[in-house]
């Protein structure tokens, strides 16, 4: 009965592909082309699934043919499961349909298509847990108020919620914010677009898994293992819903639903719960997602899914602004007999005598102790405030040292936010993530004025200054070890990350200090020591040492990697890398792009064409992922030259990396400004007149030999 | 994907060929050369007509001769066969749980028997209306061994266990007059009425059968598992390995032999002494190994990981290797021809049992009350007869496979609770079980039980079904020899799902067990009937309504036809690959093969071709199914 009604599911919905393929034929002819904005993989899921790109209508109805051999009807699960995949791809060609000729089919609030770049932003916090689960809500929950619920309840998990049908109505009926920056996603109302969050599992399994797109085995293993999804769908649940749920359950997401009638259970992986309030759990239970609690005592919500958050200036309470006042944030280690645990103390006014909208000055500073906590792990503590903070429902934190900002909302204040809370977050969290080195924590909050700034200049400032000269200090030479880095291989199985002092992960996530502090806490965990005594080739950054290590923890899909070449066995990515660098011929140079630039590059490529080149533990020669930070260091691509090579990046980027790229430059090779000979999309596009600006701005890459 | 796979027959076959060689080298005997000196069998004992059962005869019945001198015919002759057939397993099985039943009223916190599951025996009990409140676990055990001992002669009154068929179930018992009294009772009213000048009527003979067969299944059988898990433990999922590959040849070789567990347990407890364990490196061997066979073999690996190292027709194999220190036996189904062939090596052949006593054999009798100084005594034996190996006849065959054995019900609901999802569903009940059947994700399942049979190339019936099955998404639960033909095929790995549709291949992955799943030794096939009771009332359907047959592809024993009898009784249809002899009357053989269902709505089918005994199974499920509306 449940197999018979998958078949008419698929049936109906494959009867309507066909129709809407005919149709679009008729009226823009076979060769009209089809593509959803902002992705390399095509159309993600037939990619996925048969290795075949789809690119005009006509290739389209070629498609569709093989979908229906998918179609097979014998009464028995796989065939059932199929024809939810052949559903699925049906869903996906309707849904490319609706942006042809650069229709922008979806407005305010719907989504429809999500870009590569929120996938490969999506890397480290799935991988992190930050991100536990992906939620598909579909349908319309028995009221808006108990959907609203149910999607608050996942966000208070941090889970990223996308919405599909009548649940995208109910938030709006109350008012209720959605986005990517809040973590739930409206995708669209047609039923249909659910395929654009499969979409997403389906290319994290090219992007991070390299998973050979055609190879549907490795890909239904690797989104059922490694993608935590699954669907909540409201009753009623029709054929074609029935149909979409075998697909979602092939690739491995169980589908909790409260319908009752024609309906039957699937231990796993169909799971019927009457009580909407508890679809949570009954998934969580589900889909074995475990969510890590810090039960933190204040009046808002914590979670990372109010990370994205955005105050406006007219949502906000108070404001603390570095820019204006003085205002820092600060890690301090003490002797442990120093510091009472959990003791937060305000020095100051609190938020309440504060006129609303007022702007004001604020430092916190946090005081650690224990048997093997180090100076050195300071800083790296610190770099999370930022994150603790933003995870506050209504509280915005930008900055970091004594450049913060932090803005408190008003129904944040309302709900009896103090800044007290403060205080509360930064302990437990503290506490919390560093338990293995923190023994005891204190929080001093100041808001007076005076003490604010004596303490910026007796205090802060002498102790970053102190930081930056041993940071400076810190060389891939100086040190005896670097650091493996695997915290990725949850989602990328074959990449493993060498990280040294000038060189921090690809995901920009990761500093030699961080990965020091990550072996510290946890011996046995991703970051683990790699020694440096036997090198091969010091000017490639070849060692002995690396690749065994490399070996080893890719469990042998990577023999060997250089740590300064991207040319000859360049270090992989997972995929979830800031920015990628790849040859430009013509030039004798590289450019770089970064996630975030959506524009074309003088390769001819996109930022996710280009990151599609590499990625899930492969090595490519001539592209190479990597952080943001490294693109002003000293090692990057020392072997070809260093980065004298770089001859075009986006603007934004080149912007944000000027200062410390120009310093390099010109310890490097004595070169003023260097950044100014540097292309950006508002140069060149195209390699003709990127090599023109070049030749006449006298750029040194052009006088390299070439790198191949 | 996988570099899994299983263990062919071939192989087997060229081991046991290699094997041969050994013994032709030693003058030994074997069962392939005495089926060739029996061959062709007896044509009307094969079918049932012939009558030994007074001196008058023996008459046998053919086209000239119909009826015997009493004048019985051949429908009487052969339904009277197959009564005491039936008696013969009835009572075997039966004798073997009151023995259980007797080691339980020796058990004591320091004896040689303990109770390693008093939340069993309690929950026994309970189920017989037995108070448990405030009373020693050690008193309540012998109440119950009391009590259960009196199952087998009570002059009033069913069985007890009975209730814990459905209702249903219970009431086609009592309407067609088959509800079993006193065990003990049934075997001698079987007895009774194939006497000379009693029964002749099929019907009544075939109804005395069924009882007959109830007894067992729903009494002495029951007793035997429940009293075996309450003094044993009640099995639960444990690895271990099958096939002679994994007796050790730098180690004395222990192999136990037979049904009853009392005294492997001792064994095995022995065996694990480091006293003894010194002892044998004393003796120059590096170790003790102990492994089984037969029914034996099942009771210790699925309680203590104890390698299986063949099943019945594997049982002169053991010996063969020329590495076995010991082989000992406690009763049922072991070869006369062990005696004779031991002589041929330095084996000793261990009998223990006054029910099981053969010639060329060292009995050493073995009791309850002094089971750990026997059990000692006979590894001690063993350890010393290391020496005694002739180095030059030493082979073992190098297979072995991996096996995930244990699943008793109690280990079954357990494993289902690990997929039911603890915001929706009940635990402790078979309904993820019922949930994939009902959606389709399983077809079905299918009880396999049985022996090896020469009739049969040895255990082909058994994988090439079971591989027909799983492939078809049916799920098997196994006993016996059939689970020992699967465990050293490789079947219950559990990689085996690759091996699997998709549907069964998912609820393999998702609970983590192998595709068939070994529930116990021949005894144990009363824990698929409580399965398949608990099954029908969480499904809220008839037994006999479920997407479920049983299955004997090899069988050959009295026992068997014991148990096919309580099987099609409890509404489960049930396939055979060896025909019962009763082919001489067509009325047993409408009756067995059809008329039965009136009674119990299950019957025999009969189908020597395996491919088409599989295709006929599969289809009896797919017409539950489709009677079922699933």
Same mark, same amino acid.
């Given at each position: 009965?449940?197999?018979?009604?998958?078949?008419?599911?698929?049936?109906?919905?494959?009867?309507?592909?066909?129709?809407?393929?005919?149709?679009?034929?008729?009226?823009?002819?076979?060769?009209?082309?089809?593509?959803?904005?902002?992705?390399?993989?095509?159309?993600?899921?037939?990619?996925?699934?048969?290795?075949?790109?789809?690119?005009?209508?006509?290739?389209?109805?070629?498609?569709?043919?093989?979908?229906?051999? +998918?179609?097979?009807?014998?009464?028995?699960?796989?065939?059932?499961?199929?024809?939810?995949?052949?559903?699925?791809?049906?869903?996906?060609?309707?849904?490319?349909?609706?942006?042809?000729?650069?229709?922008?089919?979806?407005?305010?609030?719907?989504?429809?298509?999500?870009?590569?770049?929120?996938?490969?932003?999506?890397?480290?916090?799935?991988?992190?847990?930050?991100?536990?689960?992906?939620?598909?809500?579909?349908?319309?929950?028995?009221?808006?108020?108990?959907?609203?619920?149910?999607?608050?309840?996942?966000?208070?998990?941090?889970?990223?919620?996308?919405?599909?049908?009548?649940?995208?109505?109910?938030?709006?009926?109350?008012?209720?914010?959605?986005?990517?920056?809040?973590?739930?996603?409206?995708?669209?109302?047609? #039923?249909?677009?659910?395929?654009?969050? /499969?979409?997403?599992?389906?290319?994290?399994? +090219?992007?991070?898994?390299?998973?050979?797109?055609?190879?549907?085995?490795?890909?239904?293993?690797?989104?059922? =293992?490694?993608?935590?999804?699954?669907?909540?769908?409201?009753?009623?649940?029709?054929?074609?819903?029935?149909?979409?749920?075998?697909?979602?359950?092939?690739?491995?997401?169980?589908?909790?639903?409260? %319908?009752?009638?024609?309906?039957? %259970?699937?231990?796993?992986?169909?799971?019927?719960?009457?009580? #909407?309030?508890?679809?949570? =759990?009954?998934?969580?239970?589900?889909?074995?997602?475990?969510?890590?609690?810090?039960?933190?005592?204040?009046?808002?919500?914590?979670?990372?899914?109010?990370?994205?958050?955005?105050?406006?200036?007219?949502?906000?309470?108070?404001?603390?602004?570095?820019?204006?006042?003085?205002?820092?944030?600060?890690?301090?280690?003490?002797?442990?007999?120093?510091?009472?645990?959990?003791?937060?103390?305000?020095?100051?006014?609190?938020?309440?005598?504060?006129?609303?909208? &007022? *702007?004001?000055?604020?430092?916190?500073?946090?005081?650690?102790?224990?048997?093997?906590?180090?100076?050195?792990?300071?800083?790296?503590?610190?770099? *999370?405030?930022?994150?603790?903070?933003?995870?506050?429902?209504?509280?915005?934190?930008?900055?970091?040292?004594?450049?913060?900002?932090?803005?408190?909302?008003?129904?944040?204040?309302?709900?009896?936010?103090?800044?007290?809370?403060?205080?509360?977050?930064?302990?437990?969290?503290?506490?919390?993530?560093?338990?293995?080195?923190?023994?005891?924590?204190?929080?001093?909050?100041?808001?007076?004025?005076?003490?604010?700034?004596?303490?910026?200049?007796?205090?802060?400032?002498?102790?970053? %200054?102190?930081?930056?000269?041993?940071?400076?200090?810190?060389?891939?030479?100086? /040190?005896?070890?670097?650091?493996?880095?695997?915290?990725?291989?949850?989602? $990328?199985?074959?990449?493993?990350?060498?990280?040294?002092?000038?060189?921090?992960?690809?995901?920009?996530?990761?500093?030699?200090?961080?990965?020091?502090?990550?072996?510290?806490?946890?011996?046995?965990?991703?970051?683990?020591?790699?020694?440096?005594?036997?090198?091969?080739?010091?000017?490639?950054?070849?060692?002995?040492?690396? @690749?065994?290590?490399?070996?080893?923890?890719?469990?042998?899909?990577?023999?060997?990697?250089?740590?300064? &070449?991207?040319?000859?066995?360049?270090?992989? &990515?997972?995929?979830?890398?800031?920015?990628?660098?790849?040859?430009?011929?013509?030039?004798?140079?590289?450019?770089?792009? @970064?996630?975030?630039?959506?524009?074309?590059?003088?390769?001819?490529?996109?930022?996710p064409e280009l990151a599609s080149m590499t990625g899930g533990g492969v090595q490519t020669p001539g592209f190479m992922g990597h952080g943001k930070h490294f693109i002003s260091s000293k090692k990057f691509m020392k072997a070809e030259g260093g980065i004298e090579r770089i001859v075009w990046m986006p603007k934004e980027l080149k912007e944000s990396v000027a200062e410390r790229l120009n310093a390099t430059a010109k310890e490097l090779y004595g070169i003023d400004n260097f950044t100014d000979m540097i292309g950006d999309e508002s140069i060149a596009e195209d390699p003709e007149t990127l090599v023109a600006f070049l030749t006449e701005k006298g750029h040194p890459a052009l006088g390299l030999e070439p790198m191949m | 994907m996988s570099e899994f796979k299983l263990t062919t027959v071939e192989e087997n076959e060229a081991a046991t060929e290699r094997l041969l060689e050994t013994g032709a080298k030693v003058g030994a005997d074997a069962w392939q050369f005495r089926v060739k000196n029996q061959t062709p069998h007896c044509k009307f004992g094969e079918q049932g007509i012939c009558c030994r059962i007074c001196s008058m005869g023996p008459c046998r019945i053919t086209p000239k001769a119909p009826r015997g001198i009493c004048g019985c015919d051949a429908h009487g002759i052969a339904g009277r066969n197959f009564l005491r057939f039936t008696a013969g397993g009835s009572a075997t099985h039966s004798d073997h749980g009151r023995e259980i039943c007797h080691t339980l009223h020796t058990v004591s916190p320091d004896g040689n028997y303990k109770v390693k599951d008093p939340e069993k025996l309690i929950r026994i009990a309970k189920e017989w209306g037995v108070e448990t409140e405030g009373k020693d676990v050690y008193a309540l055990a012998h109440e119950m061994s009391e009590l259960a001992l009196l199952e087998y002669g009570k002059p009033f009154g069913v069985q007890r266990f009975l209730k814990r068929a459905p209702k249903h179930t219970q009431e086609l018992w009592a309407a067609a007059g088959i509800e079993p009294r006193a065990i003990?009772?049934? /075997?001698?009213?079987?007895?009774?009425?194939?006497?000379?000048?009693?029964? &002749?009527?099929?019907?009544?003979?075939?109804? =005395?059968?069924?009882?007959?067969?109830?007894?067992?299944?729903?009494?002495?059988?029951?007793?035997?598992?429940?009293? $075996?898990?309450?003094?044993?433990?009640?099995?639960?999922?444990?690895?271990?390995?099958?096939?002679?590959?994994?007796?050790?040849?730098?180690?004395?070789?222990?192999?136990?032999?037979?049904?009853?567990?009392?005294?492997?347990?001792?064994?095995?407890?022995?065996?694990?002494?480091?006293?003894?364990?010194?002892?044998?490196?004393?003796?120059?061997?590096?170790?003790?190994?102990?492994?089984?066979?037969?029914?034996?073999?099942?009771?210790?690996?699925?309680?203590?990981?104890?390698?299986?190292?063949?099943?019945?027709? =594997?049982?002169?194999? /053991?010996?063969?290797?020329?590495?076995?220190?010991?082989?000992?036996v406690d009763v049922q189904c072991i070869f006369p021809a062990l005696g004779p062939l031991s002589k041929c090596f330095h084996t000793k052949f261990i009998t223990t049992s006054e029910i099981a006593q053969m010639p060329d054999s060292d009995f050493v009798k073995f009791s309850a009350e002094t089971a750990g100084e026997n059990a000692k005594s006979i590894v001690k034996l063993a350890c010393e007869n290391f020496k005694n190996r002739k180095p030059e006849l030493v082979h073992i065959p190098n297979l072995k496979k991996k096996a995930t054995v244990g699943y008793s019900l109690e280990a079954i609901k357990k494993t289902l609770d690990t997929v039911t999802n603890s915001h929706v569903d009940e635990t402790g009940t078979l309904m993820p079980l019922v949930d994939c059947l009902k959606s389709g994700v399983l077809r079905g399942a299918v009880a396999m039980v049985g022996c090896n049979n020469p009739r049969v190339r040895p255990d082909t019936a058994h994988i090439e079904l079971m591989k027909k099955l799983i492939a078809n998404d049916v799920i098997l639960v196994l006993s016996g020899c059939s689970a020992q033909a699967a465990a050293k095929a490789g079947l219950m790995d559990k990689e085996a799902k690759n091996l699997c549709g998709a549907g069964l291949k998912r609820v393999c992955e998702l609970a983590d067990i192998p595709p068939v799943l070994h529930m116990g030794s021949c005894v144990d096939i009363s824990r698929m009937m409580v399965l398949s009771s608990d099954l029908a009332n969480d499904y809220g359907c008839n037994i006999s309504q479920l997407p479920l047959v049983g299955c004997a592809p090899e069988w050959m024993s009295e026992k068997a036809v014991s148990i096919g009898n309580y099987v099609i009784s409890t509404g489960i249809d049930t396939y055979l690959g060896v025909e019962p002899q009763i082919s001489g009357s067509s009325q047993m053989e409408e009756l067995l093969y059809d008329k039965v269902s009136d009674w119990v709505e299950a019957s025999y089918t009969v189908e020597k071709d395996i491919d088409k005994l599989g295709d006929l199974m599969i289809e009896r499920i797919e017409e539950k199914r489709t009677a079922l509306g699933i």
């Open positions: 009965m449940l197999i018979s009604r998958i078949f008419n599911g698929n049936d109906a919905v494959y009867g309507l592909t066909e129709g809407a393929i005919n149709d679009a034929i008729a009226q823009n002819g076979a060769e009209c082309p089809v593509s959803f904005p902002n992705t390399a993989y095509c159309l993600p899921c037939y990619y996925a699934v048969t290795g075949v790109k789809v690119k005009t209508l006509g290739e389209l109805k070629e498609a569709l043919g093989v979908v229906k051999t +998918l179609m097979t009807r014998n009464h028995e699960l796989d065939d059932a499961l199929m024809s939810g995949v052949a559903t699925a791809l049906c869903a996906e060609f309707i849904e490319v349909l609706k942006y042809l000729n650069g229709a922008a089919p979806y407005e305010e609030p719907c989504y429809g298509h999500l870009a590569d770049a929120i996938i490969r932003e999506l890397g480290v916090p799935l991988v992190t847990g930050d991100i536990p689960g992906v939620a598909v809500i579909l349908g319309s929950a028995p009221t808006a108020q108990e959907g609203v619920d149910l999607i608050k309840s996942y966000q208070a998990q941090g889970i990223l919620v996308t919405l599909v049908g009548g649940i995208i109505d109910q938030c709006a009926e109350l008012n209720y914010n959605t986005g990517y920056g809040v973590r739930v996603v409206p995708l669209g109302k047609d #039923v249909t677009s659910v395929i654009h969050v /499969v979409s997403v599992a389906i290319r994290a399994a +090219l992007i991070f898994g390299n998973v050979t797109p055609g190879d549907a085995g490795a890909l239904l293993a690797y989104t059922a =293992q490694r993608v935590p999804a699954f669907v909540n769908a409201f009753k009623p649940i029709d054929d074609v819903i029935l149909a979409a749920g075998a697909g979602a359950i092939k690739l491995g997401f169980p589908v909790i639903s409260n %319908e009752t009638e024609n309906i039957a %259970e699937v231990p796993g992986a169909l799971i019927q719960q009457l009580d #909407v309030s508890k679809f949570n =759990q009954t998934s969580l239970d589900a889909r074995n997602i475990k969510i890590k609690i810090t039960h933190i005592d204040i009046p808002v919500a914590f979670a990372s899914a109010f990370e994205g958050e955005i105050i406006r200036r007219s949502e906000m309470q108070v404001e603390f602004d570095g820019s204006r006042v003085d205002c820092f944030e600060l890690v301090q280690s003490k002797d442990v007999s120093e510091i009472e645990d959990h003791k937060i103390e305000l020095i100051g006014p609190d938020v309440d005598t504060f006129e609303e909208g &007022s *702007k004001h000055s604020i430092a916190y500073v946090v005081e650690v102790g224990g048997k093997n906590m180090q100076s050195d792990f300071e800083p790296v503590f610190e770099r *999370k405030f930022h994150s603790y903070l933003n995870c506050i429902e209504g509280v915005m934190h930008t900055g970091q040292r004594d450049m913060i900002r932090v803005r408190i909302s008003k129904t944040a204040f309302e709900a009896g936010f103090r800044a007290k809370d403060i205080g509360e977050v930064l302990y437990a969290k503290i506490k919390n993530d560093f338990e293995a080195v923190v023994d005891k924590c204190q929080v001093k909050i100041y808001t007076e004025p005076a003490e604010c700034t004596r303490l910026r200049h007796e205090l802060a400032i002498p102790m970053f %200054e102190k930081r930056d000269d041993r940071l400076s200090n810190l060389t891939d030479e100086s /040190v005896d070890v670097y650091y493996s880095c695997i915290l990725c291989q949850a989602f $990328s199985p074959s990449h493993v990350c060498v990280v040294t002092p000038e060189r921090l992960g690809l995901c920009g996530a990761v500093s030699w200090l961080d990965a020091k502090a990550t072996n510290e806490l946890d011996p046995a965990g991703p970051c683990q020591v790699i020694t440096k005594e036997k090198p091969i080739d010091t000017e490639l950054g070849a060692y002995e040492d690396v @690749n065994e290590a490399v070996k080893k923890f890719s469990q042998g899909a990577l023999e060997k990697v250089t740590l300064y &070449s991207i040319m000859q066995d360049p270090m992989t &990515s997972c995929g979830c890398f800031e920015c990628i660098c790849g040859i430009e011929p013509f030039s004798n140079g590289v450019i770089i792009a @970064n996630r975030e630039y959506a524009g074309m590059t003088p390769l001819g490529m996109t930022f | 003990d009772r049934e /075997v001698s009213t079987a007895m009774h009425m194939t006497h000379m000048g009693c029964s &002749s009527k099929p019907e009544a003979l075939v109804k =005395q059968a069924l009882r007959c067969g109830l007894s067992d299944g729903w009494g002495g059988s029951m007793c035997g598992t429940e009293f $075996s898990d309450v003094m044993f433990g009640t099995p639960k999922p444990i690895e271990t390995e099958a096939n002679l590959g994994v007796m050790v040849e730098e180690n004395v070789n222990i192999i136990v032999h037979g049904h009853d567990p009392s005294l492997s347990e001792m064994i095995c407890e022995y065996a694990d002494d480091p006293e003894m364990i010194a002892y044998a490196k004393e003796m120059g061997a590096k170790g003790i190994t102990v492994s089984g066979v037969c029914c034996t073999s099942n009771e210790v690996a699925m309680r203590r990981g104890i390698p299986m190292a063949g099943n019945f027709l =594997q049982q002169e194999n /053991v010996v063969l290797t020329g590495a076995c220190e010991a082989i000992v």
